[in-house]
């Protein structure tokens, strides 16, 4: 294994158990085996950067997977049904959540918490081309849904996968990492309920209280308390 690839897999690691504010490139490279404790530094430049290498590396091909599957969904006619594309996000992720010795959706997680838990930031690295596309597809089918509010459930779909596949993630990786024994018996039933709960998030209808909200003429928050 290269230099390059042993720093970023440590990162990756690292960054996933302890945070990324708390993880230095000198502990990446320390971790990384490398006696020069500024290896890091040297192949990746800073933090920011190893970020995204972490990113390109996983991201090419959890998207090929989508891809993949995106396409035997269009040769079947199944692009239709909602909970079809909801799956096309989120299996490609599990099935990486549940590779021996996994930690890449908890870093994921960690990165997310430390840029807003927005998952629009992807796009400024690349490599979420087919997930953006099933995003589009999502939102044709969610016709309930306007402006703001498309947005809003497709970034809490977003946070739900995220959390849902680190925390199974852990739970298949516990033995492994020391912790005890894992509680994952039937990771399939996770992923199936996991699509289930994402599915339900977007499709819900709007309530009448939040259409009315919606529509509502502005109203400065301290009024709004009175």
Known sequence: MST???????????????????TSLRQISTAAGQRNTAAAQYHFG???????????????VIDARRHEMLESARKTGRTA???ELTEILVRPLAEQA???????????RRVFEYTGLDV???????????????GRLL?????????PLVHRRHRWAGQLIIAGLADLERRSAEPADGDGASDTTDPEADILGLIDAVTGLL????????????????????????
């Open 203 to 226: 499709t819900a209808p709007v309530s009448e209280r939040s259409a009315a909200r919606r529509t509502a003429p502005d109203t400065p928050a301290a009024e709004a308390v009175r």
């Open 98 to 108: 549940l590779r021996p010795g996994s930690h890449y959706v908890r870093f994921l």
């Open 81 to 83: 049904d909602p909970w």
């Open 120 to 134: 629009a930031a992807l796009r400024e690295i690349g490599g979420v081309d087919e997930a953006v596309a099933v």
């Open 139 to 147: 939102g044709d089918r969610l016709p309930h849904l306007a402006g």
């Open 46 to 60: 800073d933090k920011r950067r190893l970020i995204e290498a972490v990113f390109r590396h996983r991201l090419g």
């Open 4 to 22: 390059e690839l042993q720093i970023l897999y440590a990162g990756e690691r690292l960054f996933a158990k302890q945070g990324i504010d708390a």
